[in-house]
């Protein structure tokens, strides 16, 4: 199992940027690939980002591509979300989790070691 911790949110103005972090303790020898989701009040939660354990690929969901870019640092255990050019429909609780298994990595489903999330609070 693996523990996460996030980091980085807060309150900024739309057009601003905010970096998340998210720091792994535990079995991190163990490969993984990582995921970011996000939750907004009275929604589902959704999938934002995803990078495989090398950090060779990444994926994005839509209405994040081209603003958002998910990165790794295995040596450090901590990967990232840069968030560029936010806009108040990004305001939500955002995760980390981490992906042992096969499959989509967009599927919440498949992740199994989950954080406690961080805010982020985008003013219009």
């Known amino acids: 199992q693996v523990h996460l911790v996030e980091s980085g949110g807060g309150l900024v103005q739309a057009g601003g940027s905010l970096r998340l972090s998210c720091v792994a303790s535990g079995r991190t020898s163990s490969l993984y690939n990582m995921g970011w989701f996000r939750q907004a009040p009275g929604k589902e939660r959704e999938y934002v980002a995803a990078?495989?354990?090398?950090?060779?690929?990444?994926d994005y969901a839509d209405t994040v591509k081209d603003r958002f870019t998910i990165s790794r640092d295995n040596a450090k255990n901590t990967v990232y979300l840069q968030m560029n050019s936010l806009k108040p429909e990004d305001t939500a609780i955002y995760y980390c989790?981490?992906?042992?298994?096969?499959?989509?990595?967009?599927?919440?489903?498949?992740?199994?070691?989950w954080g406690q999330g961080t805010q982020v609070t985008v003013s219009s």
């Open positions: 990078i495989t354990w090398s950090g060779g690929r990444t």
């Open positions: 989790a981490a992906k042992y298994s096969s499959g989509s990595l967009q599927l919440a489903y498949l992740y199994r070691d």
